[in-house]
Protein backbone atom coordinates (compact mmCIF):
# COMPACT_ATOMS: atom_id res chain seq x y z
CA UNK A 1 0.00 0.00 0.00
CA UNK A 2 2.59 2.55 0.92
CA UNK A 3 4.52 1.87 -2.76
CA UNK A 4 1.38 2.17 -4.26
CA UNK A 5 0.61 5.71 -2.39
CA UNK A 6 4.24 6.59 -3.31
CA UNK A 7 3.98 5.64 -6.78
CA UNK A 8 0.49 7.59 -7.04
CA UNK A 9 2.44 10.09 -5.21
CA UNK A 10 5.26 10.32 -7.56
CA UNK A 11 2.59 10.50 -10.92
CA UNK A 12 1.09 13.46 -9.16
CA UNK A 13 4.28 15.49 -8.75
CA UNK A 14 5.32 14.74 -12.67
CA UNK A 15 1.69 15.30 -13.56
CA UNK A 16 2.22 18.99 -12.33
CA UNK A 17 5.88 18.77 -13.51
CA UNK A 18 4.54 18.42 -17.16
CA UNK A 19 1.85 20.98 -16.56
CA UNK A 20 4.36 23.92 -15.07
CA UNK A 21 6.44 22.94 -18.49
CA UNK A 22 3.34 23.56 -20.61
CA UNK A 23 2.45 27.23 -18.87
CA UNK A 24 5.87 28.38 -19.16
CA UNK A 25 6.37 27.64 -22.88
CA UNK A 26 2.98 28.66 -23.57
CA UNK A 27 4.21 32.32 -21.70
CA UNK A 28 6.82 32.36 -23.58
CA UNK A 29 5.35 31.54 -26.91
CA UNK A 30 2.55 34.77 -25.96
CA UNK A 31 5.69 36.40 -24.74
CA UNK A 32 6.81 36.24 -28.49
CA UNK A 33 4.17 36.09 -30.60
CA UNK A 34 1.78 38.30 -28.89
CA UNK A 35 3.19 40.95 -26.96
CA UNK A 36 4.32 42.43 -30.14
CA UNK A 37 1.22 42.73 -31.64
CA UNK A 38 -0.27 44.55 -28.55
CA UNK A 39 3.26 47.28 -28.55
CA UNK A 40 2.28 47.70 -32.02
CA UNK A 41 -1.05 48.71 -31.16
CA UNK A 42 0.33 50.60 -28.51
CA UNK A 43 2.31 52.99 -30.66
CA UNK A 44 0.13 52.75 -33.34
CA UNK A 45 -2.70 54.52 -30.50
CA UNK A 46 -0.25 57.11 -29.61
CA UNK A 47 0.58 58.05 -32.84
CA UNK A 48 -2.55 58.25 -33.74
CA UNK A 49 -3.55 60.40 -30.63
CA UNK A 50 -0.26 62.75 -31.16
CA UNK A 51 -1.67 63.30 -34.66
CA UNK A 52 -5.29 64.26 -33.87
CA UNK A 53 -6.52 61.42 -35.38
CA UNK A 54 -9.53 59.28 -33.75
CA UNK A 55 -8.45 55.98 -32.23
CA UNK A 56 -11.56 53.19 -31.16
CA UNK A 57 -11.07 50.62 -29.25
CA UNK A 58 -11.34 47.89 -31.77
CA UNK A 59 -8.24 48.99 -32.76
CA UNK A 60 -6.29 46.96 -29.39
CA UNK A 61 -6.06 44.66 -31.68
CA UNK A 62 -4.76 45.99 -35.63
CA UNK A 63 -1.64 44.33 -34.85
CA UNK A 64 -3.18 40.87 -35.49
CA UNK A 65 -4.86 41.81 -38.66
CA UNK A 66 -1.69 44.37 -39.86
CA UNK A 67 0.99 42.42 -41.31
CA UNK A 68 1.00 40.84 -37.90
CA UNK A 69 4.59 38.39 -39.11
CA UNK A 70 6.48 41.29 -40.08
CA UNK A 71 5.17 42.75 -36.33
CA UNK A 72 6.62 39.52 -34.85
CA UNK A 73 10.03 39.87 -37.03
CA UNK A 74 10.59 43.17 -35.72
CA UNK A 75 10.70 42.44 -31.88
CA UNK A 76 12.24 39.65 -31.92
CA UNK A 77 15.28 40.81 -34.62
CA UNK A 78 15.26 43.61 -32.20
CA UNK A 79 15.42 41.71 -29.20
CA UNK A 80 18.29 39.28 -30.34
CA UNK A 81 20.29 41.97 -31.70
CA UNK A 82 20.26 43.32 -28.15
CA UNK A 83 20.27 40.49 -26.77
CA UNK A 84 23.34 39.31 -28.29
CA UNK A 85 25.11 42.98 -27.89
CA UNK A 86 24.65 42.34 -24.24
CA UNK A 87 25.51 38.82 -23.86
CA UNK A 88 28.81 38.42 -26.01
CA UNK A 89 31.13 41.20 -23.29
CA UNK A 90 28.90 39.75 -20.40
CA UNK A 91 29.96 35.90 -20.95
CA UNK A 92 33.67 37.34 -21.33
CA UNK A 93 33.39 39.34 -18.07
CA UNK A 94 31.73 35.77 -16.53
CA UNK A 95 34.70 33.65 -17.86
CA UNK A 96 37.33 36.35 -15.98
CA UNK A 97 34.93 35.91 -13.00
CA UNK A 98 35.38 32.19 -13.06
CA UNK A 99 39.22 32.47 -12.95
CA UNK A 100 39.44 34.93 -10.78
CA UNK A 101 37.14 32.25 -8.45
CA UNK A 102 39.39 29.42 -9.39
CA UNK A 103 42.74 31.80 -8.48
CA UNK A 104 41.25 32.10 -4.92
CA UNK A 105 40.48 28.20 -4.85
CA UNK A 106 43.73 27.68 -5.37
CA UNK A 107 45.42 29.86 -2.09
CA UNK A 108 42.15 29.08 0.32
CA UNK A 109 44.68 26.52 2.27
CA UNK A 110 47.16 29.52 2.32
CA UNK A 111 44.23 31.13 3.69
CA UNK A 112 43.49 29.09 6.47
CA UNK A 113 46.86 29.16 7.81
CA UNK A 114 47.12 33.22 7.98
CA UNK A 115 46.49 35.47 10.63
CA UNK A 116 47.02 38.57 9.34
CA UNK A 117 47.07 40.38 5.79
CA UNK A 118 44.40 37.72 4.25
CA UNK A 119 42.57 40.71 2.72
CA UNK A 120 45.72 41.83 0.87
CA UNK A 121 46.35 38.56 -0.34
CA UNK A 122 43.03 38.00 -1.86
CA UNK A 123 43.14 41.41 -3.45
CA UNK A 124 46.68 40.89 -5.05
CA UNK A 125 45.11 36.92 -5.75
CA UNK A 126 41.91 38.50 -7.70
CA UNK A 127 42.43 42.15 -8.67
CA UNK A 128 43.34 41.67 -11.78
CA UNK A 129 40.55 38.97 -13.16
CA UNK A 130 38.10 41.13 -11.03
CA UNK A 131 39.48 44.09 -13.18
CA UNK A 132 38.35 43.13 -16.34
CA UNK A 133 35.62 40.95 -15.46
CA UNK A 134 34.10 44.85 -14.00
CA UNK A 135 35.61 46.36 -17.40
CA UNK A 136 33.55 43.71 -19.78
CA UNK A 137 30.50 43.98 -17.76
CA UNK A 138 30.81 47.29 -17.88
CA UNK A 139 31.11 47.29 -21.45
CA UNK A 140 28.30 45.46 -21.56
CA UNK A 141 26.01 47.59 -19.98
CA UNK A 142 27.10 50.59 -22.39
CA UNK A 143 26.84 48.80 -25.95
CA UNK A 144 23.59 46.83 -24.79
CA UNK A 145 21.83 50.67 -23.55
CA UNK A 146 23.38 52.23 -26.69
CA UNK A 147 21.67 49.17 -28.64
CA UNK A 148 18.40 49.37 -26.93
CA UNK A 149 17.95 53.18 -27.46
CA UNK A 150 19.37 52.74 -31.35
CA UNK A 151 16.17 50.34 -32.12
CA UNK A 152 13.78 51.95 -29.52
CA UNK A 153 11.43 53.56 -32.73
CA UNK A 154 11.97 50.67 -34.69
CA UNK A 155 7.93 49.59 -34.01
CA UNK A 156 6.70 53.57 -34.52
CA UNK A 157 8.42 52.72 -37.82
CA UNK A 158 6.96 49.90 -38.67
CA UNK A 159 3.44 51.70 -37.97
CA UNK A 160 4.51 54.25 -40.18
CA UNK A 161 6.02 52.25 -42.96
CA UNK A 162 2.90 49.34 -43.70
CA UNK A 163 5.48 47.83 -46.79
CA UNK A 164 8.90 48.57 -45.29
CA UNK A 165 10.93 45.41 -44.65
CA UNK A 166 12.03 44.24 -41.23
CA UNK A 167 15.78 45.17 -41.43
CA UNK A 168 14.79 48.14 -43.16
CA UNK A 169 12.98 49.11 -40.29
CA UNK A 170 15.62 48.23 -37.49
CA UNK A 171 18.35 50.40 -39.96
CA UNK A 172 15.63 53.54 -40.24
CA UNK A 173 15.39 53.55 -36.36
CA UNK A 174 19.20 53.33 -36.05
CA UNK A 175 19.24 56.41 -38.73
CA UNK A 176 16.92 58.17 -36.93
CA UNK A 177 18.53 57.80 -33.43
CA UNK A 178 22.07 58.62 -34.80
CA UNK A 179 22.95 61.58 -32.52
CA UNK A 180 19.50 61.53 -30.79
CA UNK A 181 20.33 58.52 -28.41
CA UNK A 182 21.22 60.70 -26.03
CA UNK A 183 18.14 62.50 -25.90
CA UNK A 184 15.64 59.85 -25.50
CA UNK A 185 17.90 58.69 -22.60
CA UNK A 186 17.64 61.82 -21.05
CA UNK A 187 14.01 61.85 -21.52
CA UNK A 188 13.10 58.55 -20.14
CA UNK A 189 15.96 59.27 -17.16
CA UNK A 190 13.50 62.33 -16.45
CA UNK A 191 10.68 59.95 -15.36
CA UNK A 192 12.97 58.03 -12.72
CA UNK A 193 11.35 60.31 -9.99
CA UNK A 194 8.01 59.19 -10.96
CA UNK A 195 8.68 55.76 -11.09
CA UNK A 196 9.55 55.82 -6.99
CA UNK A 197 6.29 57.34 -6.85
CA UNK A 198 4.86 54.42 -8.56
CA UNK A 199 6.16 51.89 -6.31
CA UNK A 200 5.31 53.93 -3.14
CA UNK A 201 1.88 53.42 -4.39
CA UNK A 202 2.45 49.37 -4.87
CA UNK A 203 2.30 50.28 -8.51
CA UNK A 204 -1.05 51.89 -9.34
CA UNK A 205 0.50 54.88 -10.42
CA UNK A 206 1.94 52.77 -13.77
CA UNK A 207 -1.54 52.87 -14.93
CA UNK A 208 -1.02 56.48 -15.45
CA UNK A 209 3.37 56.88 -15.51
CA UNK A 210 3.35 54.11 -18.84
CA UNK A 211 0.59 55.73 -20.67
CA UNK A 212 2.46 59.69 -20.27
CA UNK A 213 5.90 57.87 -21.15
CA UNK A 214 4.46 56.13 -24.00
CA UNK A 215 2.60 59.68 -25.41
CA UNK A 216 6.43 61.49 -24.99
CA UNK A 217 8.52 58.83 -26.48
CA UNK A 218 5.72 59.26 -29.55
CA UNK A 219 5.80 62.42 -29.73
CA UNK A 220 9.80 62.31 -29.68
CA UNK A 221 9.56 60.10 -32.66
CA UNK A 222 7.48 62.43 -34.50
CA UNK A 223 9.90 65.32 -34.13
CA UNK A 224 12.95 63.36 -34.75
CA UNK A 225 11.56 61.56 -37.88
CA UNK A 226 11.22 64.32 -40.36
CA UNK A 227 14.97 64.23 -40.94
CA UNK A 228 14.58 60.46 -42.12
CA UNK A 229 11.62 59.75 -43.58
CA UNK A 230 9.40 61.59 -46.30
Not at 59 to 87: C, H, M, Q, S
Not at 98 to 112: E, F, K, N, P, S
Not at 202 to 214: D, S
Request: net charge neutral; aromatic share 14%.
Amino acid sequence: TSKTQQTDAGLQVTEMSVVGIIFVIIAILALIFITPLFTYATAKAFLMNNRGEDFSVGDVFNGFKEKPGKTIGVAFLRYIIIWVVYFIPSFVGGIFVGAAAMRLATIYDVLQTMAHGKTILVIQTIAPHAALAALFFTIAITLGTIATFMLALAMYVRVDNPDMGVFEILKTSRKIMHGRKLDLFVLCFSFIGWFFVCYITCGIGFLWLAPYIEANVAAFYDDAKDDIIE
